[in-house]
């Protein structure tokens, strides 16, 4: 993968070079009224694709913030369904417990009174 992003990253230079080179003519930059800057268009292009990119991390950045924080709040919901549901099976283990002292005991079977009865 880090060759893909190199071949990638230098493809996009030389094009950025060979596009520097054959555009040198100056332009003018009306910034706001009576303000005006003079400079090669190679260099504007470049400058505008630099603050578009500057841009386009900043809302990156932006957006991976706001899903960690939405991920934090699930995870914090999360946490708290665990624990309710580890102390309802907490409150069902001693309802199991309580319930299983309220039933009577069983008598040991013994074999003779059953062939006991079968034979009569």
Not at 24 to 50: D, K, S, Y
Not at 59 to 81: A, C, P, Y
Not at 91 to 111: F, N, T, W
Request: hydrophobic fraction near 50%.
């Amino acid at each position: 993968m880090r060759q893909i992003n190199f071949v990638i990253i230098f493809v996009i230079c030389l094009a950025l070079v060979l596009f520097g080179i054959e555009n040198t003519e100056p332009a003018a930059i009306h910034i706001i009224e009576g303000v005006q800057l003079q400079a090669p268009l190679c260099v504007e292009l470049l400058m505008a694709m630099g603050i578009g990119a500057v841009l386009a991390w900043v809302f990156s950045v932006w957006t991976q913030l706001q899903k960690m924080m939405e991920s934090g709040k699930e995870i914090r919901q999360r946490d708290v369904r665990i624990e309710e549901l580890e102390q309802n099976i907490q409150r069902y283990k001693v309802e199991l417990e309580e319930q299983q002292h309220l039933l009577p005991a069983s008598k040991p079977i013994d074999d003779s009174v059953d062939a006991e009865v079968f034979a009569q």
